[in-house]
């Protein structure tokens, strides 16, 4: 027996040393990997010390204030970066270049700051929150939309964000949920007792439900009158646990690619290309506190009082968790009233031999359950055969559809789903949307069509396949407004028309 228990002792021994070994191994083959890529550029670098941060919410507590940092970054941008990037006809696409066409100082205004729309007597208020390496740009369209029909519009700049993509790599979501609680508390010295509504994209929205969440509880006033979610970061990866370390490892001499895990050329003039691993830190560790709250929450039954909440999301989306957003949420409130309206991919294109058998298991998954407490309406083909659309509605509590209305839309011939980052963006956007701008020179990442040899681009083609515009917006921008328009008590509150 003595024998044995040596024998597995050693055995043991022998497992955890190859273990250890092999971890080693594929790390170093990592760091192989990384340190061969993009070098890092002075924007991944250089520190902007006028940036917000938690710890000065105390002094910095009026959306004046937070615009006076913005303009104290923007003179630190433009000493540290700009004026030491080279410029001219090689540099004409690089963000950091002076006068380059990806220069976002070129546009009016300049979609990096943050921004406020809509009259002094407004209807109500509107806070938008842009995603982790985004801009207020992104939510741009849904506000001005909103902002002209009287309500008063705040989209507000994360800190970290707007600037250069060394923000990524010390901004923490309690920065991020400072800033929230800034610009709500602006509107709502603003508008008295108007209603306010949060609309929060991807890691916007996991902001926009921490502080709803908060006033929940107490601790943050006023509630919100609505939400509006738009493929929002409720759960992301696991694998993002891990990414503490390699930020570790990046601050070790020769090791700064490690803080990366995209490193790719700055051209876009409102979101960063690069994303660091605090990033990815920051919103594992913001999904987690959330999820925490809510299950939390509803331990003792669904949550009640929750503002009505419409979810925007696509069935297939490599960035976020689209599961999670029923599982760690929706599940979890009582049925007051809230939606998600879910994307399908495009049917007709599964009958393409290229196409896995189906992308989209979430759809299935969503119409068969008869115990959601919350309305679903499918944005999906008419039939298998046809490419037109049709919004499919099932109330909570419902095995079935009862409603279906055409919307006169179809899936575009060389589209077979949605994407994270299209759900925003009008087809007629001029960044991102389906034809160029008539001005030329301006910079256009819409509908792009370059072909060659592989390995030739700096570009990764995944970047190049991913959709950027909704091509199903004008529906969607007409349900949003309806739902704060209901939420304001400013329309009938029945749910959608029913047109078989």
């Known amino acids: 027996m003595t024998h044995l228990l040596r024998a597995l002792g050693a055995l043991g021994r022998y497992l ?13 083959l990592y760091v192989w990997w990384v340190r061969s890529g993009p070098t890092v550029q002075p924007w991944h670098v250089v520190e902007l010390e006028s940036e917000f941060t938690a710890d000065q919410a105390a002094e910095v507590r009026t959306l004046a204030d937070y615009r006076r940092l913005e303009e104290r970054l923007e003179q630190e941008m433009d000493a540290k970066v700009f004026a030491v990037t080279p410029k001219g ?47 207020p740009y992104s939510l741009r369209a849904l506000g001005e939309s909103l902002a002209g029909r009287g309500y008063r519009v705040l989209g507000l700049r994360m800190p970290g964000h707007g600037t250069i993509p060394s923000g990524l790599r010390t901004v923490t979501w309690e920065d991020m949920a400072a800033a929230t609680r800034l610009g ?23 902001l926009a439900l921490d502080y709803t969440l908060n006033a929940l509880k107490g601790m943050a006033v006023p509630t919100p009158a609505s939400l509006v979610l738009v493929s929002p970061a409720i759960g992301i990866t696991p694998l993002a ?32 290309n690069s994303f660091s691993v605090n990033a990815s830190v920051q919103v594992h560790r913001m999904t987690r506190s959330a999820a925490a709250w809510v299950r939390a929450m509803a331990a003792e039954g669904p949550i009640q009082s929750f503002p009505p909440t419409l979810i925007l999301l696509t069935a297939v989306d490599a960035t976020v968790s689209p599961d999670a957003v029923a599982d760690q949420l ?55 055969d046809s490419r037109q659309v049709v919004a499919r509605r099932k109330p909570a509590f419902s095995g079935n559809f009862t409603a279906s209305e055409p919307l006169n839309l179809a899936w575009p011939d060389d589209t077979i789903s949605l994407s994270h980052v299209d759900l925003p963006f009008p087809p007629d956007d001029p960044l991102y949307g389906l034809y160029p701008p008539k001005e030329r020179g301006q910079m256009f990442l819409g509908q792009l069509a370059i072909r060659g040899e592989r390995g030739v681009l700096k570009i990764p083609a995944q970047w190049l396949l991913r959709l950027r515009h909704n091509p199903f917006y004008d529906y969607q921008e007409r349900r949003v407004i309806e739902w704060i328009e209901r939420a304001s008590g400013r329309s009938d509150s029945s749910s959608p028309a029913e047109v078989h």
């Open 16 to 28: 955890v040393v190859a273990l250890l070994g092999f971890f080693l191994g594929v790390l170093l």
């Open 330 to 384: 929706l599940k979890h409130l009582a049925s007051d009233g809230h939606e998600l309206i879910l994307y399908d991919i495009n049917r007709f294109a599964l009958k393409a031999p290229l196409i896995v058998a189906d992308p989209g298991p979430l759809t299935r998954r969503l119409i068969d359950d008869a115990t959601l407490p919350f309305a679903v309406t499918l944005i999906t083909n008419a039939s298998p």
């Open 241 to 272: 646990a891990l990414t503490p370390w390699f930020d570790r490892l990046a601050r070790l001499p020769g090791l700064d690619q490690l803080a990366w895990t995209a490193n790719l050329p700055e051209f876009d003039p409102f979101n960063y």
């Open 89 to 135: 006809p090689d540099y004409a696409l690089l963000r950091y270049s002076a006068g380059s066409a990806s220069d976002p100082r070129q546009w009016s205004p300049n979609w990096n700051h943050s921004f406020e729309l809509g009259p002094e007597d407004a209807l109500g208020g509107v806070l938008l929150l842009h995603g982790m390496s985004d801009s």
């Open 184 to 206: 709500v508390r602006h509107l709502a010295e603003s508008l008295g007792d108007k209603p306010i509504h949060l609309m929060g994209y991807s890691t916007g929205g996991a």
